[in-house]
């Protein structure tokens, strides 16, 4: 952790501190988000014969064959959202406290995310292009909803 503290946490923090220094944080998205989110104890599938899977069962890392793959969480996830317009310091949403970490507050599809971030930069989550005679849509079929909630 203290690693990871070094490599992202503290380039981050300098990155938004930058930002707002230079009074351009406001008018500036930074997101940070992963495809599916992760812990660190190792996935074993009942019934698979994938030479990778684990047979300990636990969930509490307590020897070294603990650690290695890692379980997806695909029902909840965080991103992190800072400027554009975004409120500071808000929460929205939340996941359970025990696994599979599902969300149970609040929960935002990835189209919606993604017209959330659209109508910070000022682009409608409908707008589309024609090419070749085929619709082609900012978010999935032009159906995403911003989560309004987040901004200031």
């Known amino acids: 952790m203290k690693r990871v ?12 501190l930058d930002l707002e220094e230079r009074g351009i944080l406001d008018r500036t998205l930074v997101v940070l988000a ?3 989110s992760r812990d660190m104890i190792i996935e074993g599938i009942p019934g698979s014969t994938a030479r990778d899977q684990s047979r300990a069962k636990t969930d509490v890392l307590k020897e070294m064959k603990h650690y290695g793959l890692h379980r997806h969480f695909t ?7 800072f400027g554009g317009g975004v409120k500071k310091g808000y929460q929205y949403g939340e996941t359970a406290n025990e696994r599979p970490f599902v969300a149970t507050k609040n929960p935002v599809s990835i189209t919606d995310m993604h017209a959330t971030i659209f109508h910070a930069m000022g682009i ?6 024609d090419i070749e005679k085929r619709p082609f849509y900012a978010t999935e079929d032009g159906l995403g909803k911003p989560v309004l909630d987040i901004f200031a």
Request: proline share 7%; net charge negative.
């Open 75 to 81: 029902g909840g996830s965080s991103v992190l959202m």
């Open 124 to 129: 409608a989550p409908d707008l589309k292009f």
């Open 34 to 36: 992963s495809e599916f």
């Open 5 to 16: 503290k070094q490599e992202i946490d503290r380039p981050i923090a300098q990155l938004i």
